[in-house]
């Protein structure tokens, strides 16, 4: 499928419908809000026999190897992306969105593989470990924004007659996110260099204590500046915060 089409296939009303109301229009549409779009998102799932998904944006052309989680499965955390993004693939999937508008899978099981070959205008790709059954479909906008909705599980049987159609309901769903993205990153909150390094060192696993220690700070001011950071992302707790800064590409 090329973009033109998909776009084309995305517009059409079922599409808009599915996305109910995907962008400010003249009508008085609003644009739907992440928990909308992940739950969208996993009625697609749904189609697919997925058991986990996730929405990644993809990083300038110059970066070309990151690819930033916006919601998944687990949203508001961001759990299933890190599944999904296992073995490497995620090096893959930003190359593949780069070269090509089609989807692309992978299986690491023969009977899983066979089934997946009878796919038309899909590709294979190799995983650099064992990550599964998954398959990904590039997205774009008219605005350069460039995204792969990923779904994956032990379950996942795409339907090749019906994959066309699943491909054009991503696209519609992405057009509605990025509206979304473009006026979050517009009100960014103004964080401070140890701020963003305290959020950072816990998005990789770190404890209050050892970033204390890392940073060469107290465990009461580390904490402080945790505490803060939750409170200008407006996040529940620092899951939830980390989760948020990935998406609004404060932290990678």
Request: positive net charge; glycine residues 6%; proline residues 5%.
């Amino acid at each position: 499928m090329s973009y033109a089409q998909a776009k084309q296939l995305s517009r059409a009303p079922e599409f808009q419908q599915d996305v109910a109301a995907s962008a400010p229009h003249a009508a008085g549409l609003h644009a739907v809000t992440l928990a909308d779009a992940a739950r969208r998102c996993r009625w697609i799932s749904v189609d697919l026999g997925a058991r986990d998904f996730t929405l990644c944006l993809a990083g300038p052309a110059a970066d070309s190897g990151r690819l930033t989680p916006c919601f998944d499965s687990d949203y508001p955390s961001t759990m299933s992306a890190a599944r999904l993004l296992g073995g490497g693939i995620g090096e893959h999937l930003m190359r593949h969105a780069r070269q090509s508008t089609a989807p692309c899978w992978w299986a690491d099981d023969a009977d899983a593989a066979l089934a997946f070959s009878t796919l038309t205008w899909t590709s294979r790709i190799e995983p650099l470990a064992q990550s599964g059954r998954g398959i990904a479909f590039p997205v774009y906008t008219d605005r350069g924004q460039v995204g792969l909705f990923i779904f994956g599980g032990p379950e996942l049987s795409p339907n090749p007659q019906t994959l066309h159609d699943l491909h054009g309901r991503c696209f519609a769903l992405f057009d509605a996110v990025s509206r979304i993205i473009s006026t979050q990153s517009r009100d960014l909150p103004s964080m401070s260099r140890r701020e963003i390094e305290c959020l950072k060192l816990t998005s990789r696993g770190y404890t209050s204590e050892e970033i204390a220690k890392l940073l060469k700070l107290s465990v009461h001011t580390a904490n402080q500046y945790l505490t803060q950071t939750t409170q200008k992302l407006n996040a529940v707790n620092r899951m939830h915060a980390v989760a948020k800064a990935l998406r609004l590409g404060l932290i990678d």
